[in-house]
């Protein structure tokens, strides 16, 4: 913190970290619901392997407007670590999958 942010905070106590246009989002559902503009997504699953990270890269990919930012290193073999290379790859490959509920004659089987 420079030091007349910090003399700032000792006459006035103004929070140099309160952040007036940030909203704190927790889930996947309210990013979807949040307002249309630019959005800046900290994740702390940095692998992009898993998880919320992994799925709002997978949307946000192929919009050239859209960045990844890393704050560190990603752990190797890690789709992040791969991305992180000199030079990055042109393209990822990325499988999906999900999960979906037995029906009808398949769940009798189990």
């Known amino acids: ?4 942010i910090a003399k700032s905070f000792e006459h006035t106590r103004d929070n140099a970290f309160l952040l007036k246009h940030v909203t ?3 889930n996947k559902s309210e990013l979807e619901n949040a307002p249309e503009g630019p959005k800046i997504v900290l994740a702390s ?3 992009l392997e898993v998880g919320f990270s992994h799925d709002i890269f997978v949307e946000w990919a192929a919009d ?3 960045l990844v930012l890393f704050t560190e290193r990603g ?3 890690t789709r992040a670590r791969m991305l992180q290379s000199d030079p990055p790859p042109k393209a ?3 499988t ?3 999960r979906v509920p ?3 004659y398949e769940l009798s089987c189990v």
């Open 102 to 104: 037995l029906v009808g």
């Open 1 to 4: 913190m420079s030091d007349s």
């Open 45 to 47: 699953m940095a692998s």
């Open 92 to 94: 990822v490959k990325v």
């Open 24 to 26: 704190l989002l927790i």
């Open 96 to 98: 999906l999958s999900k």
């Open 64 to 66: 050239v407007r859209n």
């Open 75 to 77: 752990q190797f073999g």
